[in-house]
């Protein structure tokens, strides 16, 4: 094993999710949730008064964090930090545009399936 990959902890990698308040109950029932000794969650909340800078700021931290593997995040909510999401460029974590209830999927949109046709050819 390579040096650099040591990415797992005795307890496991985490979930992280940015996406309004229905999606995160789906997510904190099915057991995704995680609150650490420093009172950091895993989860954003995003409704209409949530600030780009606040969605921003959680993303940032969730990427910098090592025990998060995946950050799954609603596309309405991504469309908000679509630069940052670009400039994501570490495996992990892997970033996920997931759907919400209010907002279908759009795959025009989502930023890893076009770094998948790019990468393919497929443009």
Known sequence: MAKNANITSQDGMLLAVLADEDTIT?????????V?????KNYLVVDA????????QAFKEF????DIAVIL????VASQIRHIIAAHNKPIPA???IPSKDCPYDPSQDS?????KHIAGFN
Do not use: C, M, P, W
Request: positive net charge; hydrophobic residues 40%; aromatic residues 2%.
């Open 73 to 76: 995040i609603s596309q309405q």
């Open 26 to 34: 789906g997510f904190l029932l099915a057991g995704v949730g995680n």
């Open 112 to 116: 890893l399936l076009r770094r998948v």
């Open 49 to 56: 008064k949530t600030s780009v800078r606040a969605i921003e």
């Open 36 to 40: 650490d000794l420093r009172k950091k």
């Open 63 to 66: 990427s910098a964090r090592e």
């Open 95 to 97: 970033v996920l545009e």
